[in-house]
DNA sequence: TAATTTTACGCAAACGCTTGACTTATTATT
DNA sequence: AATAATAAGTCAAGCGTTTGCGTAAAATTA
C-alpha cells in the first residue's frame, strides 16, 4: 500500500524534467511540445495521479465549495431546495457545505463562522425565523464571501435575492375559489411580521377587489402556526356572522389542523367547507382531506436559480476585481402558480 | 474597504518579530513569553485576524470535512439522520460536503470522485438502492479515506457500518398484534433482495415461532413499493383463505397504499383490518388512517452515532499511522423500537 | 565566576501547485 | 550570414502555516 499519494515533483523527477513542466504539460499548456505533453499525461495516468486540490485550493484562494444554510431539511420545501442546489453547484464544478440553523439565530451565526472558516467562495441562506439582526451576514462583506439569500430573505437593503411571489398564486387560488361558487372565503395566515404572510393577504385583498367582491378584514385571521392558534382560528372562522365556505390556509401544516378542527365541528370537508393550501408537503394527498387545490412555490427551481446566481456572481468577481459589482443587485422574483388537485 | 486579509506575516512584521514566534504565540505554545503573547493575541485581535484555513487545511493535509452521500434528503429518514450527522460533525470541528445520489449509481461514482477531489477526511455512506458493485468504495482505501456505511450498507466485508436491526422491532410489532388478539397477521414486504426485506421476515417468522404459531408463507408478500404492486398484495392478501386481521407493511408509504386498497374494498380500517408499519413519515398521524404503531429506526441517532464512528476512525489515524487499525471493523446494530401511537 | 540549564525566540524547510519572467535551442526572415 | 521570431523549457517566487532545530540571553547551579 503507497503510503504518499504521487505529485507532480514525482513525476518530474521520474521524467527529469522540471515541475512547472509537467504543471503546463497536464493543463495542455501551448508552450509545451506534444511528445513532452503525451509523455507527461501518460506517466500521470499511469501514477494515478491526481492534483491535491487542498494545494489548489490554498494557491489560488478558492475552494469551490459553497455553503448552504437553511433552517431545516426535513421541511420539504428546503430539502427540495437543496436538490436544486446541488445539481446547479455540480454542474459548475462547485461543492456543497451544508448547515441547517434549526431555526435558531445562534445556530445561524455559528455556520456562518465555520463557513467563513472554511473559505467558501460563496453562500446561499435562507434565514431563521427568529433573525431580525443581520450584523452577522453584513461582517461577510470584509471577506469579499457574496451571498444571495432565497425563500426567507432578510429585509435589508442591497443583497441578492432569489423567492417566489405568492401573491400570483393566491389570486389564482382565490379566483379558483370563486369560480366554484364560493363567496364567503376565509384565510389563515401567518405570523403578521413575515413578508410571506404579508404577501399572501395582498394576493387575497387584490383578487377580492378584482372582482369586485368587499374585503372583510374579519375573514383574515393569522396565527403563529402553533396547532392550537390554527385550531382557535378556525373555530374562529366557522362561527363568525359571515361564516366562509371556503378557507385558504398558509401552508399544509395549518390546513390539516384546519381540517382537523372544521371535522371536530361535525363539517363535511369539501361540501360544507373546502380548503386550499400552500403546498409544502409532497404527500398532501395521502392525508385524510386533501385541500382542492395548492399554491406552489417552486423550491427545486429557487435553489437552482439561487446557486447560478451565485455561480455568477463569483466569475463576475475572478472576471474584473472592480467595484462595479458591487453596486448591482439581483433581485429574481418566481412565480408561483395554483395546482389543481385531481378529482376536483 | 481591505483587499487582503491579514496575515500572520503582517502580525509578525507591525510586531518587529518572526512569523514563527506569531503563530506559536496564537497557539499559546509554552515556549513563547507571556509578554509577546499577549501583543500578538491583542494585534491579532485588532486586525481581526483569522487563520487562513485552506493553508492549514493543506499544511496539515487534513480539511476537518467530512463528506455524506446518501440516495435522498426528502426522504424523512435521511433528512432526520443528516441532522445527527451534522450535530455530531459540527461538536467535533469537522463541516459536512453534502451530495445525493438520487439513487443513482452513477450519481454516486461521481460524488464519491468529487469527495475525493475535495479531499474529506472521511466519508459517510448510504448506498444508493442500485448499488451492487463496490468497486468506487473500495478505490478510496488507496486515498486513505475512511467510510462509514449507515443504514443501506453494501454486503461486503471488513467495512466499518451502522445499521439498525429491524428484527426486534419486527417482533415487537408482531407481539403487540397478538396480544390485541390477532392471530392471522399479513405482512407486505419490500423487494426480495434488500437487507431490509429480510430482516423484517426474519422478525416475523422468530415472533411467530416463539409464540407457538405456525408460518404461514402465504401470508407474506413481497412488493416493490410501487403503488400497483402494494395494492395488488394488499388485494391478495386480503381475498386469501386465511384473510388477516392485521397487516404489518413495510413502511408507511406502503402502509398509506394498503389501506387506500382496502378501504377501496369496504373494510373499516382499525376494525375489519389493523396496520402496523415502520416509522418513515414524521406526519403520518397526519393521514386518514395512521398505523396503530410503528416500529422506529432512529436516523437521527444513526446518523449521530455513524460520524462519532468516522470522527474516532480520523483520530486514531493521526495517532497512530500502524496496519493495526485496518484489521478491526466496527459494525454498530443499534436497536429499532416499536412505538405505539396514540388513542390505540 | 564559570559551567549549566532554562527561557524566549528566530531560521528555514516543507506542504503541492501555478505562473511570470527568463533561457536556450530551432526555425524563419531579410 | 546575420538577425529576428518562435518553440520548448527551466527557474524561482509565492500562497499562509506549522514545526524541528539552532541559538542568544537570562537564570540557576556549583
Same mark, same amino acid.
Given at each position: ?115 467563513? $472558516?472554511? /473559505?467558501? !467562495? @460563496? ?5 431563521? *425565523?427568529?433573525?431580525?439582526? %443581520?450584523?452577522?451576514?453584513?461582517? &461577510? ?56 404572510? $404579508?404577501? /399572501?393577504? !395582498? @394576493? ?5 377587489? *378584482?372582482?369586485?367582491?368587499? %374585503?372583510?378584514?374579519?375573514?383574515? &385571521? ?123
Amino acid at each position: 500500500m503507497k503510503k504518499t499519494l504521487p505529485t507532480i515533483k514525482e513525476i518530474a523527477k521520474q521524467l527529469n524534467i522540471s515541475i512547472s513542466t509537467v504543471s503546463r504539460a497536464l493543463h495542455d499548456h501551448p508552450s509545451i511540445g506534444l511528445r513532452t505533453k503525451t509523455r507527461v499525461q501518460e506517466l500521470a495516468k499511469q501514477l494515478q495521479y491526481e492534483p491535491n486540490q487542498t494545494a489548489i485550493f490554498f494557491q489560488q484562494g478558492k475552494t469551490f465549495t459553497i455553503g448552504v444554510i437553511l433552517p431545516e431539511l426535513s421541511e420539504a420545501f428546503f430539502s427540495s431546495a437543496i436538490s436544486g442546489i446541488e445539481d446547479a453547484a455540480h454542474k459548475s464544478g462547485y461543492t456543497v457545505l451544508l448547515g441547517q440553523s434549526h431555526d435558531s439565530v445562534d445556530k445561524e451565526k455559528q455556520l456562518i463562522e465555520t463557513m467563513k $472558516k472554511h /473559505r467558501v !467562495d @460563496g453562500l446561499l441562506i435562507s434565514i431563521s *425565523k427568529n433573525t431580525n439582526n %443581520y450584523e452577522h451576514f453584513e461582517a &461577510l462583506q470584509r471577506y469579499n464571501i457574496p451571498i444571495v439569500f432565497f425563500d426567507r430573505i432578510p429585509k435589508i437593503p442591497n443583497i441578492h435575492y432569489v423567492a417566489c411571489n405568492m401573491i400570483n398564486g393566491t389570486v389564482q387560488a382565490i379566483n379558483f375559489l370563486l369560480k366554484k361558487g364560493h363567496r364567503i372565503i376565509g384565510m389563515i395566515n401567518g405570523p403578521e411580521k413575515l413578508p410571506a404572510t $404579508k404577501e /399572501r393577504l !395582498d @394576493g387575497y385583498i387584490q383578487a377580492m377587489i *378584482k372582482s369586485r367582491l368587499k %374585503y372583510d378584514a374579519g375573514l383574515v &385571521l393569522n396565527s403563529d402556526l402553533t396547532k392550537e392558534s390554527v385550531c382557535a382560528a378556525t373555530e374562529k372562522l366557522l362561527t363568525g356572522k359571515r361564516k366562509p365556505t371556503a378557507i385558504v390556509t398558509f401552508n399544509d401544516y395549518v390546513a390539516m389542523d384546519a381540517v382537523q378542527q372544521a371535522r371536530k365541528m361535525k363539517l363535511k370537508i369539501n361540501k360544507d367547507i373546502c380548503f386550499v393550501s400552500y403546498a409544502n408537503l409532497p404527500i398532501s394527498h395521502y392525508t385524510a382531506y386533501p385541500p382542492m387545490a395548492s399554491v406552489e412555490q417552486f423550491p427545486y427551481q429557487q435553489g437552482q436559480k439561487a446557486t447560478e446566481t451565485l455561480i455568477d456572481l463569483l466569475q463576475r468577481k475572478t472576471n474584473a476585481d472592480n467595484e462595479a459589482i458591487n453596486t448591482t443587485y439581483y433581485k429574481i422574483i418566481l412565480e408561483s402558480q395554483l395546482v389543481i388537485h385531481e378529482g376536483v
